[in-house]
């Protein structure tokens, strides 16, 4: 079964701190991975998206990827309060699958 | 707010009621996803639509029945739910099914009494 797992939470870090969200995934064919934000009661939203080995960068956000290690990893620079939420890993499986997505893990950011 | 809108956003019933929810996407995309979240839980994926044709559908019971009239719209007809029925359903879009990013919307808050 194909899983993707990641730690519920919740990750607490001090303002302006760098946050480290994590996930693994089992399919080693995995091809697309990406990370959501979905605050309380609303719906998830894109942050990143990452297709090769190595980090990928957006403004404070860095996504890394290792395939060899089937690891993927989101880095929250500077964060900010307004960076609590829940952070949803998916993953692209091939074989034209819709994505599987982690259950989230929730971060909490405190001033 | 994004280009998917979900109607209505919240949503009490009945377990004898029927009811339906709404999606529209406005992004020109061509397929499109129903999905089921609760509390505590990771998202379900329910059905898949691509080109107006179901692709997926997970195991969903059968008081869950969708349609896909045109790419554009999604519906969720809904009858004789239970009160585990009650969650979050989002509907979701994307390009193509497979890979790329999807887009949600905001969402359908479901309380079954």
């Known amino acids: 079964q194909k899983e993707v797992e990641q730690n519920s939470g919740p990750l607490s870090v001090p303002e302006g701190a760098i946050a480290s969200l994590n996930c693994t995934y089992s399919d080693r064919g995995s091809q697309s991975f990406f990370w959501y934000r979905q605050y309380s009661g609303k719906s998830p939203e894109l942050i990143m998206f990452?297709?090769?080995?190595g980090d990928k960068e957006d403004g404070r956000f860095t996504a890394q990827l290792n395939k060899a290690s089937q690891y993927v990893s989101l880095l929250i620079r500077d964060s900010q309060p307004s960076d609590s939420a829940t952070y949803l890993c998916?993953?692209?499986?091939?074989?034209?699958?819709?994505?599987?997505f982690g259950k989230g893990t929730r971060l909490s950011v405190i001033a | 707010e994004t280009g998917v809108t979900q109607t209505p956003r919240h949503l009490v019933m009945g377990m004898t009621n029927k009811k339906s929810l709404k999606c529209e996407q406005h992004?020109?995309?061509?397929?499109m996803y129903w999905y089921k979240q609760s509390a505590k839980k990771p998202l379900e994926l329910m059905f898949v639509?691509?080109?107006?044709?179901?692709?997926e559908n997970n195991s969903v019971p059968s008081r869950f029945s969708p349609e896909c009239p045109n790419s554009s719209h999604l519906f969720l007809h809904l009858h004789t739910l239970q009160p585990e029925d009650s969650a979050l359903y989002l509907c979701?879009?994307?390009?193509?099914?497979?890979?790329?990013?999807?887009?949600f919307g905001p969402g359908t808050r479901l309380t079954v009494l």
């Open positions: 639509y691509n080109f107006k044709e179901q692709t």
């Open positions: 979701a879009s994307s390009q193509d099914r497979s890979p790329d990013t999807q887009y």
């Open positions: 990452i297709y090769s080995n």
């Open positions: 992004l020109g995309h061509n397929a």
């Open positions: 998916a993953v692209n499986n091939p074989g034209n699958t819709p994505l599987v």
